[in-house]
């Protein structure tokens, strides 16, 4: 059990070089609590996996600290932390039953011999695997091999956390929300801190109860997956989550209106003194755009085709160069593909440099 | 649809038929007629029936018996050399480097052997050894051990066998580096994490995945210890007395020394079937291995 802070923690694989710029991992600092189900999001090679091995230890961060509990364990190796990790493809061991695997860890810290039987029956029982026990790993099925390997973490009683690195890759889809559910129930039976790397947003929204967002090796936004959605503190993090992702466009932005194309969209709140020579972005979500028949009151776009998604119907439309999504009523039809845009204030939100500004109320 | 009945496509086998007639069947054809007869030179020939099968299987004749001490010396030799390059090969191949160019290095000095002509191992030993100019048989001398492997039953046995190892345990290192490289990352970190020691790494992840290629390694090992002829007589020419002659050794010895015939082609035939039937059975457990494996895959 154990809280987990990150101090000004950094990695690069080329050595400890001054340039922070060039690392896989840029200097972050965050503090996952007990307890909690945590998932980091992105896409390949945005420092996700780089960032759970040095939680494990797998490897040596260049800099910055990792503490468990307050307590300092960036150069205790893997054996020592009381973590468990969870592969992209499971690891068992082909020549030991499925009892055996599960053991192995208990086994190697020695452990008596009666306090292991019952921990690894406590385990196999919690993961449905009490009538394998007895049969060889390498003849079960890709989901009931995770189960192994999260259950050979899971049979040490000392283990703070459990990492997951993408875990549900080698799955069937069907099994794969069979298997979610269950890590859902475990997190809340055990009182374990989870961290779920994956690049798959829903696998990321439904897990999780902090989302981690990270991109080219940064956090860039960190929060429940409702704040995620409504309030992206990065362009990167509109465009990722939501399918379709967050519509942006360059703006004009003055006081309480945005400009584009000579249209004006009023916001909210008042973004008097934006940086200057920044690059200027408004960012609103597709459910928060509906599309109208054209009127010289709306910003006019171009209808390009529509989308069914089942429970809503998305249109992609252009506005000059300009791609983007917007919602479509039942009501709604159109004969020469023209409509106009109407935007919910309360949800267009001001990018400066790709970062969301707050503005004043 | 009927079919065409166009008896031109027996020429299309023709080529093969003739390529496997010229290479294997005729060749065995005169070897299993060599095998039933007996001849005293002028090339004429006798009827001998399964004579010469009935001696050779019988130990107590003399063609039985050097055909059986000769089989027994071979299958001690093909035990041992297994015994030392297949657990050598393992040690090696775990103590390569696994990144760097210091793995080219190590796999062009491992592959150096293998690239060697067989009698010129042959010829590099039996110099090596050499009691007077030799470096290894002058040293060992120079230093109070009695070392001769032409007067010395032991020594030659240790030359051969030292000789094999240093020939072929690069074959064992490499196959088993390239089942090492094999196992993923995940699989040594989840080791680490399970605390396992480097001796449970060993037996629970890398030996059970290199199983595959230490059977092809003892198979490949195996077979070649067992029809071994050139480096041996090169160094020993079989001796001293019979005490290293191998079975292809004592054939050459009836077939071109004693100019037997049809001794030499009865124990041709019965040594081959030996090796196909040792080769049959590796190749059955390998496969049935592999298909265990693959009903495995296909339940997943």
Known sequence: MARIDLVDLAHSYHGNSTDTESYA???????????????????????????????????????????????????????????????????????????????????????????????????????????????KATRLTPDAKQKISLGRGLVRSDVAAVLFDEPLTVIDPELKWQLRSKLKKLHRELDLTMIYVTHDQTEALTFADTVVVMHDGRVVQSGSPAELFEKPAHTFVGYFIGSPGMNIMSAEVRGREARIDGHVISLKRNYDGLPTGAKIEIGVRPEFVDIAPPSPGLLSAQIERIDDLGRMRFARVRVGDVKFAARVRESFSSLDGRCGLIFDAAHVHVYADSRLVEGAP | MEKTVNQKAWFLVLPVFLVVAF????????????????????????????????????PSTDLGGRFFASLWRNLFFSFVILAIEVPLGIVIALSMPRQGWQVAACLVILALPLLIPWNVVGTIWQIFGRPDIGLLGYALNSIGINYNYVSNEFDAWVTVIVMDVWHWTSLVALLCYAGLKSIPDAYYQAAQIDGASR??????????????????????????????????????????????????????????GQFDLGKAAAMSLVYNLIILIVCWVFYTVMTNAGAGRRVKEGAK
């Open chain 1, 25 to 135: 991992l840029k200097p972050i600092s965050m503090t996952w609590r007990q307890g909690g189900a945590y998932a980091l999001l992105g896409p390949s090679g945005c420092g996700k996996t780089t960032l759970l091995n040095l939680i494990s230890g797998i490897i040596t961060p260049s800099r910055g600290k990792i503490l468990f509990d307050g307590k300092d364990v960036t150069l205790l190796s893997t054996q020592k932390r009381n973590i468990a990790q969870v592969f992209q493809f499971p690891v068992i061991y082909d020549t030991m039953t499925v009892g055996q695997n599960l053991a192995f860890p208990l086994k190697n810290r020695g452990v008596q011999r009666r306090e292991i039987d019952a921990r690894v029956s406590e385990i196999a029982h919690l993961l449905d695997l009490t009538p394998d026990l007895h049969r």
């Open chain 2, 23 to 58: 290479s294997a069947i005729i060749p065995l054809m005169t070897v299993v007629n060599y095998s039933l007869q007996d001849t005293f030179g002028n090339n004429q020939f006798f009827w001998n029936g399964v004579g010469w099968f009935k001696e050779l299987l019988d």
């Open chain 2, 199 to 256: 001796w449970a790494v060993f037996t629970a992840i890398q030996l059970p995945k290199m199983n595959r290629v230490l059977l092809i390694a003892v198979l490949l090992r195996f077979m070649d210890s067992f029809m071994i002829y050139t480096e041996p007589f090169v160094v020993t020419g079989g001796g001293p007395g019979n005490s290293t002659t191998f079975i292809s050794i004592e054939l050459v010895k009836i077939a071109l």
